[in-house]
């Protein structure tokens, strides 16, 4: 009896150790989903933990009008970033079907041409379309240098509380859009829009952002896209609580 109960307790710690093994070889630290600029997305399955990075086998549904947003480490100074768009009136699903580039399969949709300059088109009825980009995107530089500012982006208002420290909320500001323009132009290129779109937000004391609001008139997919990229840049703390209207 002693014997035939020690083979158990082998077999089970075998088995331990053997999915123990195939859980650590799971690789979550590569593709990372960004739930925040993903609205409309849902992660059906995936066997990372948190949800915030996905696996090989992942599955996510976006609904009618939903954006997709991942993201992975592509070298020291870059990384690789992905958005999908579902423009039409039924929910699609993906599959992640590679850690690298590009990265997705999509399961439900048969009209899908094959990738051509970091673009995918599919056709999912007649005038309804699912489609995405990718690019690869250099990591922000925070410095205090401040960049100079191009015709394409216009500060039009800031309300702080004294007006010798308008300067520094520039230099704030302009530093902030900067970083950001990569992912915005990558909005821009997703939806093959240049355009305008102006918002206004806060930023708070603790870095974070109190609220963005669209203020133009015009493409929503691309207006709510760039807000969702304000909206998750991590901001310096500034000194006191600062508003911007930007055109970008």
């Not at 039409?88 to 599959?95: D, E, G, M, T, W």
């Not at 530089?141 to 007006?163: D, F, G, L, W």
Request: glycine content about 4%; hydrophobic content about 40%; overall charge positive.
């Amino acid at each position: 009896m002693n014997s035939w109960f020690k083979k158990i307790q082998v077999i089970v710690t075998l088995g331990l150790l053997f999915n123990g093994t195939a859980a650590m070889a799971i690789d979550c630290s590569t593709v990372q989903y960004l739930k925040n600029k993903s609205p409309g997305t849902q992660v059906l399955s995936n066997d990372c933990i948190g949800m915030q990075t996905l696996s090989i086998g992942s599955e996510l549904e976006l609904a009618a009008g939903a954006r997709l947003w991942l993201k992975s480490v592509y070298n020291a100074t870059t990384n690789q970033q992905l958005i999908c768009q579902n423009r039409s009136v039924v929910p699609v699903r993906i599959n992640i079907v590679n850690l690298t580039n590009p990265w997705i399969k999509v399961a439900n949709v048969g009209h899908c041409q094959q990738w051509v300059n970091n673009r995918l088109n599919c056709s999912v009825a007649n005038g309804q379309k699912f489609f995405c980009v990718s690019s690869i995107i250099k990591k922000p530089r925070y410095t205090a240098a401040k960049p100079e500012r191009t015709t394409s982006v216009q500060m039009r208002a800031i309300s702080i509380s004294k007006p010798e420290n308008i300067a520094k909320a520039e230099s704030y500001i302009d530093t902030a859009v900067h970083n950001m323009q990569a992912e915005i132009n990558l909005c821009r290129n997703l939806l093959n829009s240049q355009e305008p779109v102006e918002l206004i937000w806060n930023v708070k004391l603790t870095g974070e952002v109190d609220d963005v609001s669209i203020l133009s008139e015009g493409n929503y997919e691309l207006s709510s896209c760039i807000r969702d990229v304000v909206l998750s840049y991590k901001y310096p703390k500034p000194k006191e609580m600062l508003t911007f209207v930007y055109k970008f």
